[in-house]
């Protein structure tokens, strides 16, 4: 039988009731049926879910770049140990909204709110963010870090790899990226390194 004679045969009394569960944008869970006359009920189930698991567990990779250049997330500053292990002696922290200076008297903090927008000029932030990694590797080490240490923490220490080693972007983002494999800038940012020519 064709499509066509499938189509004129068809009739509406041999559909089966079914029911459809519904998300809502705010987490509320319906399941909807028709009733007889085809108008919709909702009828709400279960408790409010947002429709995604957090990824609770800490991210607690020092990640060695370099002798005395560390990357990594947010999670490892709040662990003393995990800084003082690995001879860190300078936390740079580039996330925007993030403070992190809970132990002043143990390290040296700068913080330099990026955010972390592919339209967000990242080179503008090198300068001042080089100087400090500068400064951190000759007196011990420096751990950069944003909030997941994926996107903006990245960027900064391959434009620095970039800047102090003349790497081109392909190979200090593959060096960073063997080391830390949830690398990621945002387009934005990735669009800028490749351009990003350091001056001599």
Request: net charge negative; with cysteine.
């Given at each position: 039988?064709?499509?066509?004679?499938?189509?004129?045969?068809?009739?509406?009394?041999?559909?089966?009731?079914?029911?459809?569960?519904?998300?809502?944008?705010?987490?509320?869970?319906?399941?909807?049926?028709?009733?007889?006359?085809?108008?919709?009920?909702?009828?709400?189930?279960?408790?409010?879910?947002?429709?995604?698991?957090?990824?609770?567990?800490?991210?607690?990779?020092?990640?060695?770049?370099?002798?005395?250049?560390?990357?990594?997330?947010?999670?490892?500053t709040v662990r003393p140990e995990l800084l003082r292990s690995?001879?860190?002696?300078h936390v740079l922290n580039v996330a925007a909204g993030v403070?992190?200076?809970?132990?002043?008297?143990?390290?040296?903090?700068?913080?330099?709110?990026?955010?972390?927008?592919?339209?967000?000029?990242?080179?503008?932030?090198?300068?001042?963010?080089?100087?400090?990694?500068?400064?951190?590797?000759?007196?011990?080490?420096?751990?950069?870090?944003?909030?997941?240490?994926?996107?903006?923490?990245?960027?900064?220490?391959?434009?620095y790899l970039m800047t102090t080693e003349g790497l081109e972007?392909?190979?200090?983002?593959?060096?960073?990226?063997?080391?830390?494999?949830?690398?990621?800038?945002?387009?934005?940012?990735?669009?800028?390194?490749?351009?990003?020519?350091?001056?001599?």
């Amino acid at each position: 039988m064709s499509l066509l004679d499938q189509l004129t045969k068809f009739s509406k009394s041999s559909l089966r009731p079914t029911e459809t569960h519904v998300r809502t944008v705010d987490g509320r869970e319906f399941v909807e049926s028709r009733d007889e006359k085809g108008r919709s009920n909702l009828t709400p189930v279960g408790a409010k879910d947002y429709g995604w698991i957090g990824d609770v567990k800490p991210d607690l990779q020092v990640a060695k770049i370099r002798p005395g250049l560390f990357l990594g997330s947010q999670d490892v500053t709040v662990r003393p140990e995990l800084l003082r292990s690995n001879n860190v002696t300078h936390v740079l922290n580039v996330a925007a909204g993030v403070e992190t200076e809970t132990f002043p008297d143990a390290f040296t903090y700068k913080h330099v709110p990026i955010l972390d927008l592919p339209d967000t000029n990242i080179t503008d932030f090198f300068p001042e963010c080089f100087a400090f990694i500068s400064a951190g590797v000759t007196s011990g080490g420096v751990f950069v870090h944003c909030n997941a240490g994926v996107s903006r923490a990245v960027s900064i220490v391959v434009g620095y790899l970039m800047t102090t080693e003349g790497l081109e972007f392909e190979d200090a983002y593959r060096q960073v990226k063997e080391i830390r494999p949830s690398a990621r800038p945002n387009d934005g940012f990735m669009k800028q390194l490749k351009e990003y020519k350091p001056s001599k």
